[in-house]
């Protein structure tokens, strides 16, 4: 019969040099139970069996012995006969389930996982073929769907810092229907270009965004706040926003990029604008050209952009707003800075009672209170 082999592990290696060195003196016992996190009874109990057996002796007793936790005999065999008669199309979860309530069969849903896969009745994950991300119909009508994004770029080259290009591009049509250069992508740089797209082409039905932190809350305050500025802003006027599990699903968007980053570049070369500001004056000509050559027509002739209404108050809904909680010492606080209210009697009954500060795309800030500014 041939000799086989006894392969230690690592941790039974780390195990015998322990003992060794216990054995040889080189170590305390309560030094080598802490080492291998064991009481020095157990440490004694290893030292025993390294003297009486060898290194053999140090190997763990239930090698070659059958599992506790043995399926009784025939047990997997009759679950198997089960699932493919009942079960073939269930999944391991459901079919554990099914095996339990209705067979009194108590499997782990792994157990049931590897019985149907080596029945050829699963796939596991790993194996199966990768998804594929077709291309999604564009929406019918102009209006209908407006997909958003910024792309930090060197858009002057050498001439000037990297900045940021906010685009908002039809998903109809694949027109640009607003764009601007800003410093950064910031909640106030959409805000101002949400404000070029409505002034000119009025409230799309919804807009689509990746899941930057300007579009949704990821990362839950202990106030429980479920909405960006933005998000509350498209509420306010009434727009859906939704966005993006990935960046191929608002593919018409990020081809644009690709395209302005090699035209648009070489067209404010030409043009020898090297600033933010006579970018953006100068940006309507383009705009114009570009949609000229790569604008797609709608299948449908309609325009589903809804004109601005009187209660639609650009002014006062794109603005950052922000509840703010009244001293005692009729003073509160919002960006570090911290504001004295006038010590008048309508003012000290605000006392405790929240104010709504206002921050203005630019920088003017207002504390509102129930009856307006104060």
């Not at 002034?199 to 839950?220: C, E, I, M, Q, T």
């Not at 081809?255 to 043009?271: F, I, S």
Request: include cysteine; glycine fraction near 6%.
């Amino acid at each position: 019969m041939p000799h086989r082999e006894r392969v230690f592990t690592m941790k039974e290696v780390d195990r015998l040099k322990t003992i060794e060195a216990l054995a040889e003196g080189r170590l305390t016992a309560s030094i080598a139970a802490q080492r291998l996190g064991m009481s020095p009874r157990q440490v004694y109990n290893l030292l025993a069996r390294y003297r009486a057996e060898g290194p053999l002796g140090l190997r763990s007793q239930r090698v070659g012995k059958p599992s506790n936790h043995q399926l009784p005999v025939g047990v997997k065999e009759l679950a198997g006969q089960l699932i493919l008669q009942h079960y073939p199309d269930f999944g391991p979860t459901l079919a554990a389930e099914k095996l339990a309530e209705l067979h009194d069969i108590q499997l782990a849903v792994s157990t049931v996982r590897q019985l149907m896969i080596n029945m050829a009745l699963w796939v596991p994950r790993r194996q199966r073929p990768p998804r594929i991300q077709q291309p999604r119909y564009r929406r019918a009508c102009f209006g209908e769907l407006i997909q958003i994004d910024g792309c930090d770029h060197r858009w002057f080259e050498e001439r000037a810092s990297a900045c940021t290009a906010i685009v908002f591009v039809d998903d109809a049509t694949s027109q640009i229907t607003a764009l601007r250069f800003v410093h950064s992508e910031s909640t106030f740089s959409y805000f101002g270009t949400l404000r070029d797209h409505l002034v000119a082409h009025g409230k799309p039905l919804a807009l689509y965004s990746d899941k930057a932190s300007v579009f949704r809350v990821n990362h839950k305050s202990s106030r429980g706040e479920g909405q960006t500025q933005f998000a509350r802003a498209l509420d306010e006027l009434n727009i859906e926003g939704f966005c993006a599990h990935s960046s191929a699903a608002k593919g018409r968007v990020e081809r644009a990029h690709l395209t302005l980053q090699d035209r648009l570049v070489k067209e404010l070369r030409l043009a020898g604008i090297s600033s933010i500001d006579d970018a953006n004056a100068w940006l309507p000509v383009f705009i114009a050209d570009y949609n000229k050559r790569f604008g797609k027509a709608p299948r449908h002739e309609l325009d589903v952009h809804r004109a601005l209404g009187p209660h639609d108050d650009l002014e006062h809904t794109l603005i950052w707003k922000e509840p703010r909680q009244v001293s005692k010492r009729l003073t509160t606080q919002y960006d570090k800075v911290q504001y004295l209210l006038l010590d008048t009697p309508a003012q000290r009954r605000l006392i405790g009672r929240e104010i709504m500060v206002y921050h203005y795309c630019d920088d003017r800030v207002e504390l509102r209170g129930p009856d307006g500014d104060l």
